[in-house]
């Protein structure tokens, strides 16, 4: 449900005291147009239900870039964000089973071509050993505080003044994840039946040093 809408998902982020970007809901021009003016343009807007690979999101400089959206939307709200200077773009993934089995597995740097996930590497080059906790820690916490069962991948932005931000929850196996199908000991798709049966967890470690996936 967290995954499926974007508003909940960044309400659920907020609550747990994680790292959001600045947001809101905004249901018309008007309201975008506050939220612009009070956190700089441009602002980065989403369909709450149905985006991905690019698809539901759109960079606006001024409200009449979403008169089109908003009377698609017909009253419903829709999610306005900070467009985030990020440096780059990490994924943590984890699994949970429902007895409260956890793992992650080791932290990524997705490159992005058009909103589309087209190269992974693993583990990510240049991540302090902080950074690797702490969105390790991010993903354990998601999945333990929403209950999650299955497979999860949190998507983060490296920003240069605040660290890590959270971008996007998927809870599925992710496209960030498809590396682990040869570059780990316990790939993604193996890990979620394990957890949805709630069978002991696979050993996540990466097999090699390095693995790049290009998609």
């Known amino acids: 449900q967290y995954a499926q809408d974007k508003l909940l998902m960044r309400q659920a982020c ?35 239900r149905g ?8 960079l606006v400089r001024t ?3 979403a ?28 699994a ?15 490159v992005q071509t058009d909103g589309i996930c087209t190269e992974v590497l693993a583990p990510a080059p240049g991540v302090t050993e902080d950074e690797a906790a702490q969105a390790m820690a991010i993903g354990l916490q998601v999945a333990g505080a929403l209950e999650v069962t299955g497979v999860l991948a949190v998507e983060l932005f490296i920003d ?34 394990r957890a949805v049966l709630d069978l002991p967890l696979g050993d996540p470690s990466a097999r090699a040093p390095w693995t790049v996936m290009a998609n």
């Open 63 to 65: 409200p009449d870039d």
């Open 67 to 94: 008169d089109a959206w908003f009377a698609q939307a017909d009253g419903a709200p829709l999610l306005a964000e900070e467009a985030v200077a990020f440096e780059r773009e990490l994924a943590v993934l984890v």
């Open 160 to 193: 240069g003044e605040r660290g890590l931000l959270v971008n996007e929850l998927a809870m599925r196996p992710h496209n960030s994840g498809h590396w682990t199908m040869d570059g780990a000991v316990t790939g993604q798709f193996e890990q979620h039946l």
């Open 51 to 58: 985006g991905y690979d690019g698809k539901g999101v759109m």
């Open 96 to 110: 949970r089973s429902p007895s409260g089995q956890a793992s992650a597995w080791p932290v990524v740097e997705t």
């Open 14 to 48: 907020e609550r747990l005291g994680l790292p959001n970007p600045q947001w809101a809901a905004v249901s018309s021009t008007r309201e975008l147009e506050e939220f612009g003016e009070r956190i700089g343009w441009p602002v980065v807007l989403k369909t709450p």
